[in-house]
């Protein structure tokens, strides 16, 4: 069913796992999709062509969602290209996951100017958002509540974005802009398999922390931000959609 017919969606990192998934999901609703890349335009063209050839409209959209002029010119591209964006997935981040005496100043601002600087930045999508209104979604984590060892830097950059998520919601709500957050569990990701995060002993202990028996999958992910995006979430907001197996 198509219930995003007629809107235009932003998804940023939405070339790769979660984002991707999301992107596919989206445009499978009826969404014209940005796909949203920093580097890597080849995955990010690739996510493109799965949906165009699936029968969606989509298109690339490079830009690092930490910089500010990158981020205006991310949206006049597309803007131009598809018009006004009523729907920005937040879900670009980088992470790496260390004991807490041997986090650095560098990683501290390498993780905190993309992940939570630039959900600020997605500001740029108020400046031009429709008086109808318009749906954010901040892709977070299950951690921000299990509170794993190792992971005090990553998860605090996500505990910021729900913050955000929070208050952003009650801000926007008289624009008729809905601001909600998903928080995946662990799911089987090209970066997580990067990082060795899936695999071996770890694999087994995330596995037995979640009370539905398996890693998550980005397409576990992609309907629930159709369903945040769509009027069926119409009185949801300032909330935090757990989509982690039961791991919170």
Do not use: C
Not at 77 to 82: G, H, K, L, W
């Amino acid at each position: 069913m198509n219930t995003l017919e007629g809107r235009v969606a932003l998804v940023t990192g939405g070339s790769k796992g979660i984002g991707r998934a999301i992107s596919r999901s989206l445009a499978e609703a009826g969404a014209s999709v940005a796909v949203n890349y920093a580097g890597d335009a080849e995955a990010a063209k690739r996510t493109v062509v799965e949906i165009e050839d699936s029968g969606g409209r989509a298109m690339t959209a490079r830009a690092d969602k930490a910089h500010a002029e990158e981020v205006r010119r991310m949206f006049a591209e597309v803007n131009e290209a598809f018009g006004v964006v009523d729907i920005v997935v937040d879900n670009a981040a980088v992470y790496s996951f260390q004991p807490f005496e041997d986090i650095t100043e560098t990683e501290f601002r390498r993780q905190f100017d993309t992940n939570v600087l630039g959900s600020i930045l997605v500001q740029e999508y108020l400046r031009q958002v429709s008086p109808d209104g318009g749906s954010i979604i901040i892709i977070s984590t299950a951690g921000i509540t299990t509170n794993n060892p190792g992971s005090a830097l990553y998860t605090s950059t996500k505990s910021a974005q729900t913050t955000l998520t929070k208050v952003l919601a009650n801000e926007v709500s008289a624009r008729k802009i809905r601001v909600n957050a998903i928080a995946p569990g662990a799911t089987d990701t090209e970066g997580a398999r990067a990082l060795n995060l899936i695999g071996g002993d770890m694999l087994d202990r995330s596995i037995a922390a979640t009370p539905l028996g398996r890693l998550g999958t980005p397409e576990d992910i992609g309907p629930v931000a159709v369903f945040l995006a769509s009027d069926d979430a119409k009185w949801i907001t300032g909330d935090i959609i757990y989509a982690s197996g039961g791991l919170y």
